[in-house]
């Protein structure tokens, strides 16, 4: 079983939709979260960042972290097809070094 | 931008070749990171440094070995190249504690392996 799990898609929505992408996790040791969005090859672009449990905003887009779950989530409003990407949910442990560890990452396709 | 530099973008080389990738961290960052990604495939996790000492390893191939410098620039050499070495390698670096803080990519290098 991976660490991470994160389903690869492809998930299309129309132009204008929620986006709601998730990640499960199986190792209680990760408590730091991120999201990436990454372009056809292109670097991995941070989205959102967070620590605790419970929701944070930013702008078109939010993340939530259920850590009693092992659950995480990132919705985009109002989609655009500027949007249309990979998206990657990411977490770290907090051990001496810190594993990251990313989910195979989600293909987004926005239609006009 | 997010300020990790890498180079070169683009790479085109024969098979046992040997080449290098460099990367240039952001300003202050401590850890780099490397990682693979072959075509549609996810991220593979292969070396991480923290002030010039290596930290964890992934599934790197012994023909592949890395550095960090002391002014905190990496470098990733592949030797011996094989067809299947073709990939993009992304750099990435983060401040602070290894244990914290967000990890920002450079563009990335295309190794194409003919």
């Known amino acids: 079983q991976k660490e991470v799990e994160q389903d690869p898609g492809p998930l299309s929505v129309p132009e204008g939709a929620i986006v709601s992408l998730n990640c499960t996790y199986s190792?209680?040791?990760?408590?730091?979260f991120m999201w990436y969005r990454q372009y056809s090859r292109k670097g991995p672009e941070l989205l959102m960042y967070t620590y605790s449990s419970g929701n944070k905003e930013d702008g078109r887009f939010t993340a939530q972290v259920d850590k009693s779950s092992k659950y995480i989530s990132l919705f985009i409003r109002d989609s655009q097809p500027s949007d249309s990407a990979t998206y990657l949910c990411a977490m770290i442990t907090t051990d001496s070094w810190g594993k990251f560890q990313f989910g195979a990452g989600t293909q987004v396709v926005v239609t006009p | 931008d997010s300020g990790v530099t890498q180079t070169p973008k683009h790479l085109i080389t024969a098979t046992g070749q040997r080449v290098t990738l460099r990367c240039s961290p952001r300003s202050g960052d401590l850890s780099v990171y490397w990682y693979q990604q072959s075509l549609d495939q996810g991220l593979q996790f292969l070396i991480q440094?923290?002030?010039?000492?290596?930290?964890a390893k992934g599934n790197i191939l012994e023909r592949f070995s890395a550095q960090q410098f002391p002014d905190l620039h990496s470098e990733l050499n592949l030797s011996s190249l094989e067809l299947g070495d073709s990939a993009l390698y992304f750099c990435a670096s983060k401040r602070g504690a290894p244990n914290t803080g967000e990890l920002f990519f450079g563009e990335g290098s295309r190794l194409t392996v003919l």
């Open positions: 190792n209680s040791a990760f408590q730091y």
């Open positions: 440094y923290y002030n010039g000492e290596e930290r």
